[in-house]
């Protein structure tokens, strides 16, 4: 497992927004991490993590995933950004000093886009909130 200081070495975002603390588990298409959502955190506001904080976690998820792959073929980890959000849905924001998992799927790898399958759960394994995420991935120049 990783965590902490050693997730910055596979995605662009630095603290103090950073919304993934650890990476639990990782397949051929899909990566799941975990975030111990503090009272400090910037997305928190009155003890609650907010909506904007969950799609973070989504998209930070997407780029841990993003970023292991192209380590593994030896490559550079590439920028990528949020092209469009789809189908997004939120059941429950979850209160601060909580942890989270969340999961992201590869769907579809398109060129420089990829479609990208995320979901967010409980401690208790309850579903927080999902969409899809179409994220470009800049080129080399």
């Known amino acids: 497992m990783k965590q902490g200081d050693e997730l910055l070495n596979y ?10 603390d650890k990476l639990l588990e990782k397949g051929e298409d899909y990566v799941i991490s975990g975030l111990s959502i503090s009272e400090d955190n910037v997305l928190v506001e009155d003890g609650i993590f907010k909506e904007s904080g969950l799609v973070e976690n989504i998209a930070q998820t997407a780029a841990l995933f993003a970023g292991i792959r192209f380590v593994d073929q030896g490559k550079p980890i590439p920028v990528g950004y949020i092209a469009g959000i789809k189908d997004l849905s939120i059941e429950k924001m979850p209160a601060s000093t909580s942890n989270i998992l969340t999961r992201t799927t590869l769907l579809r790898d398109i060129g420089n886009i990829q479609i990208v399958e995320g979901k967010v759960y409980d401690e208790n394994e309850q579903q927080l909130a ?4 179409r994220i470009f991935i800049k080129g080399e120049e």
Do not use: D, K, S
Request: net charge neutral; hydrophobic share 55%; with cysteine.
């Open 130 to 133: 999902a969409c899809e995420l």
């Open 11 to 20: 995605i662009p975002q630095r603290w103090p927004f950073v919304m993934i």
